[in-house]
């Protein structure tokens, strides 16, 4: 049985509308691009992209 099929069983306030898989994209991509940024491995992030702006100035 498909995972579409298992939908017709579930009622319509239980079943995930588009809206809320797209939200939960979005929240799922913004908690993962803030974790990123939080545990920058040995300032990495910095690193790599903004110091080299910095010096390519001088």
């Not at 009622?11 to 691009?33: D, N």
């Amino acid at each position: 049985m498909t995972g579409g099929g298992m939908m017709k069983y579930l009622s319509p306030k239980v079943r995930l509308q588009a809206t809320e898989i797209q939200s939960l994209a979005f929240w799922g991509a913004a908690a993962g691009a803030g974790a990123i940024y939080l545990i920058q491995p040995f300032n990495w992030i910095r690193k790599t992209f903004f110091e080299k702006e910095l010096d390519e100035g001088k």
